[in-house]
């Protein structure tokens, strides 16, 4: 039976004040996520055990997803779930991720097997009792998922501002939204995997939606992928996602290729950046149509060509691969894990076999080879015929070079027992697997923490690699920590490393210090970065110690008119005093 959801919580939220004071209340700020299943009860009615088992393994894929971005699932809704995230950010980022992975189910499923979600997100304060929270904010976040669309994701205002210039996104704003049982209007938005142009709609009336497509700034979404190899990927349980090398398989018109175990082909040269997504052309000045107008539809995002250099996470040598199949003929599909595994489907019947058959191929190939699989394991739809169809940008990285220019003076050598952020069992990976591997490769650190490395035929080809597949995987830049056996960054002794910088710990909407920022990440020597409460940074670079550094900084920040100036960071690692 479909519950009314909103109802639900009001009932619910008064009941339990009735039974508290205002003293005894625990009022606190949290994001809300808000997840539904669309027509539960008509796939109910078709065979009850059916619906809810397959709901179960669904659920379960969502909650492990909300736990990957530090959320807490704190109600079962029957057909759904409610959670709750210390960062919008984040529940925004799970929501991409689940929504990725219910399409990606989809695809592989039969008809019977299809299951939709619509999910709402909203910032706002709760009351919590015991482990449950209710109030306000929770019957806002239950509203905007009623009105997203199938597969889709609503947040409110206040969660758009704080995802803005994080995210690489399109949303739709829908203006100010009167809800049920809701006192005031809502300002809703409704999230898109890509941006689309702005267009230009009436002043919002209080009985009717706008719409204007407005674009998110930067940064990459994550979802839930990897790379490839005899690669080691360890959380903080230090279990390894991989140790395996696979053998490339004979071709065919269902092709799943993988990275060898040795060279089959000559040292490429030094590849260049990964290439750019194209930006949003910009849109052309319209003027505001009359106030009785309709408000103009926004166009729908146009798919990018397909080309074969820009799929990520696939080593360059076997891009000869990825250029067949933009030659091969329709109907066609190429879906990518990315360890770098990927499978094509070429000369189908249709486009749904075509997907089903890469798809079926492509995580066949991960079950054989990767012995410990994550959420990010799961293989995705990257092209259908020559039009890509990811629903991911490409994944976020430091700037180019992605190395210091200059290598450490004196050279130090690659220590698996030095490696910071590392737990015990991961050192032992590193020693056992990094140590002993005589092809090309880097290790690369990011948020989580999460260590990563893959043999390639080139020092250039590892670096992009792995920057790109931990960038993917914790939607912010990584850092390259050494290449083959030199360690190419300083590492603080006087300081504990707590985790990995990046552009987000020193937000600022000044485009010179932002600039210097990204300098800062992949700087020379030295360098530190100091912040104060009320905003200013203090950076420097090419410093000749770590104390030095730290001085200078702290001085820098106080000198730009710092409140309380506090190091932040040394070189490319968060860091706290020993």
């Given amino acids: 039976m479909r519950w009314n959801r909103g109802r639900f919580h009001l009932i619910a939220f008064r009941s339990s004040l009735s039974a508290m004071t205002e003293p005894d209340l625990v009022r606190r700020l949290t994001t809300i996520m808000d997840i539904d299943v669309v027509g539960f009860s008509t796939m109910s009615a078709r065979d009850e055990e059916h619906a809810l088992a397959l709901l179960g393994a669904r659920m379960a894929t969502a909650q492990d997803m909300v736990k990957h971005h530090r959320g807490r699932v704190f109600k079962l809704t029957g057909d759904g779930l409610l959670a709750e995230f210390a960062s919008p950010v984040e529940a925004v980022r799970a929501a991409l991720e689940i929504q990725e992975a219910m399409r990606a189910a989809n695809d592989q499923a039969g008809p019977d097997d299809q299951l939709v979600l619509r999910i709402g997100v909203n910032l706002g304060d709760v009351v919590e009792s015991g482990d449950d929270l209710m109030g306000d904010a929770v019957n806002v976040a239950a509203r905007l998922e009623s009105i997203a669309k ?140 009359p106030a009785a107008a309709p408000a103009p539809a926004a166009a729908p995002p146009t798919p990018r060509p397909y080309v074969a250099s820009e799929v990520p996470f696939v080593p360059q040598w076997r891009e000869r691969r990825l250029e067949d199949y933009g030659q091969a003929e329709d109907d066609k599909a190429l879906a990518i894990n990315v360890r770098g595994w990927f499978a094509m489907a070429t000369r189908m019947l249709d486009e749904t076999s075509a997907r089903r058959r890469a798809l079926e191929e492509c995580n066949a190939q ?84 999460l260590e990563w490395w893959s043999p390639s035929e080139s020092d250039a080809d590892a670096i992009r690699r792995n920057l790109q597949s931990c960038g993917q995987i914790s939607g912010r830049p990584c850092v390259v920590y050494s290449v083959d056996e030199q360690v190419v960054v300083r590492v603080p002794q006087l300081h504990r490393v707590t985790g990995i910088f990046t552009p987000e710990h020193a937000p600022s909407a000044d485009a010179g210090r932002r600039a210097a920022i990204e300098r800062y990440l992949i700087d020379n020597d030295w360098r530190a970065l100091a912040l104060a409460d009320n905003g200013p940074v203090g950076l420097v670079f090419g410093r000749q110690s770590e104390a030095a550094a730290v001085a200078d900084a702290l001085a820098e920040c106080d000198k730009t008119g710092g409140v309380e100036c506090k190091l932040v960071a040394i070189g490319p690692f968060l860091v706290a005093p020993k």
């Fill in 150 to 289: 199938p597969g889709g994701i609503c947040v409110s205002a206040a969660v758009y501002e704080q995802i803005e210039g994080k995210l690489t996104l399109g949303a739709e704003d829908l203006g100010e939204q009167h809800v049920k049982n809701i006192p005031r209007a809502i300002h809703a938005y409704r999230l898109t995997l890509r941006a689309a142009p702005v267009v230009a709609a009436p002043p919002a009336d209080r009985h009717k939606t706008t719409r204007l497509a407005v674009i998110i700034g930067v940064a990459a979404v994550v979802a839930g992928l990897a790379i490839g190899g005899a690669w080691l990927l360890h959380d903080r349980s230090g279990a390894p996602a991989s140790t395996r090398v696979a053998q490339v398989p004979t071709p065919s018109s269902v092709a799943a290729t993988t990275p060898p175990a040795a060279p089959i082909a000559p040292a490429p040269p030094a590849a260049p950046p990964a290439p750019a997504v194209p930006p949003a052309a910009a849109p052309p000045s319209v003027a505001a149509p």
């Fill in 366 to 449: 991960v079950e054989r080879e990767v012995p410990i699989r994550r959420e990010f394991d799961r293989c995705v739809i990257y092209a259908v015929g020559n039009k890509v169809v990811w629903p991911f940008l490409l994944p976020p990285m430091p700037p180019p070079p992605y190395v210091p220019a200059a290598k450490l003076s004196p050279p130090v050598l690659f220590d698996a027992a030095t490696v910071p952020l590392v737990t015990e069992r991961g050192r032992e990976n590193l020693a056992e697997h990094y140590m002993r591997q005589t092809r090309h490769r880097a290790l690369v650190l990011g948020h989580g923490p």
